[in-house]
């Protein structure tokens, strides 16, 4: 460690940006996709385009109705669209993000395809409405919480928010700071008291979202899971069989098992993945890519 202190601060995009430029913070962790050329054209500033992947996730409340049932889960496959979903939270060049992808992060050893082509068919709404009807959903509001000052989590939760609503959901989507909605996804009260029945997040590498332990929302043993309590002893059983498993070929036979049943059970459905930015002065070095935030190492020229 080279510094004596590292103080956090929360500020809103444009303030981060002007701050920044003007030298009074020295790294802002994750600019958001529009505003990085913007940022990386100030000659005092090194702007790092694909510094960390993260995974945007949809997430269901499977204690109630109509998420409780696999079916109203799996109904939401024919219509959510990963390639819609990243060109709304960082941009429509694909250089910067990834569709088609499964329960891990691309890239890493337990990355594989099972199961993957289910969200690479033509998106067939009339399907989904037709599934959802059969799985008894009656028209209920669908309650879909997302933080106002989180842009990446906020953008995502808009346009699948958009992608629910093409399904025949009746979406109401509530915003609350980011504070206010992780206090409120962890209640296990019903949606129209306090609970919710969707939500999206992002998960990055730091996680790890790269093995079955290291995704907190692959877990799937009930009301002791991640918030949305999946309940699936295959998907555990799988788990606990990846923690015994003797070499890498191993662990990557149960990896495609795992996401192969996890397309039937869905603790939550992939929404694609992309490259996370960040910027900081050019004084400042030993700054790691590919990695999350970590302080070790950097120096101050």
Known sequence: MHFDRVEFLTLDAFSAQGALSRGEIDWWESPSRDLADLVGAD?????VSHYMP???????????PPFDKPEARRALLSVVDQADAMTAVAGADPANWLDGIGLFS??????????????KRPRDHAAAKKALAEAGYKGEKIVVIAPTELAGIRALS???ADQLRRAG????????????VVKRRTSQAPPDKGGWNVFFTMIDRSIPNIHPFGNPALRADGKAAYDG????????????AWLDAGDLDQQRRIA????????????????????QTTAYRKDLTGIIPGCFTVFWGVKRA
């Open 43 to 47: 000659r005092n500033v090194t702007l």
């Open 256 to 275: 495609a098992e795992l996401q192969t049943q996890a397309w039937q059970d869905l603790p939550f459905i992939p929404m694609g993945e992309y490259w």
């Open 158 to 160: 808009l346009i699948g």
């Open 54 to 64: 993260a995974m945007g996730i949809l997430r269901f409340n499977q204690l109630y």
């Open 229 to 240: 309590w999946p309940d699936s002893p295959r998907i555990e059983e799988l788990r606990r």
């Open 169 to 180: 959901l009746d979406v109401d989507l509530q915003e609350n700071e980011f504070a206010t």
């Open 106 to 119: 691309h890239g890493m050893p337990l990355a594989n395809d099972a199961g993957v082509e289910i969200l």
